[in-house]
């Protein structure tokens, strides 16, 4: 029902900027809540940050609270990912997830990798 496409992640130096992008899709389908996710080698997945549809409450984990940033562009069925003054501990997969008629639905993950 829903497809979502990332892209946006790479390599980038401590201190450095990031902007991922979630394309989604779907001929029938109602989002409640849009978020993202990042999973680093050997450990879980964990949560980074959501989004209501209406684009309010952005709520963050406290790790990334005050350099990520979430928001989304309704017109472009976009939701976004600001990655601010990265550090080597954000290095992971970054997925996006919406929720849609209750069901969760992910994109394939884009890498994201903090080095000097």
């Known amino acids: 029902q829903v497809q979502l496409v990332e892209s946006g992640g790479g390599l980038v130096q401590p201190g450095g900027s990031l902007r991922l992008s979630c394309v989604y899709s779907g001929s029938s389908y109602s989002i409640s809540t849009m978020g993202w996710f990042r999973q680093a080698p050997g450990k879980e997945r964990e949560f980074v940050a959501n989004?209501?549809?209406?684009?309010?409450?952005?709520y963050y984990a406290d790790s990334v609270k005050g350099r990520f940033t979430i928001s989304r562009d309704i017109a472009k069925n976009t939701v976004h990912l600001q990655l601010d003054s990265l550090r080597p501990e954000d290095t992971a997969v970054y997925y996006c997830?919406?929720?849609?008629?209750?069901?969760?639905?992910w994109g394939q993950g884009t890498q994201v990798t903090v080095s000097s």
């Open positions: 997830s919406i929720v849609s008629f209750m069901q969760r639905y």
């Open positions: 989004i209501t549809w209406s684009g309010d409450n952005p």
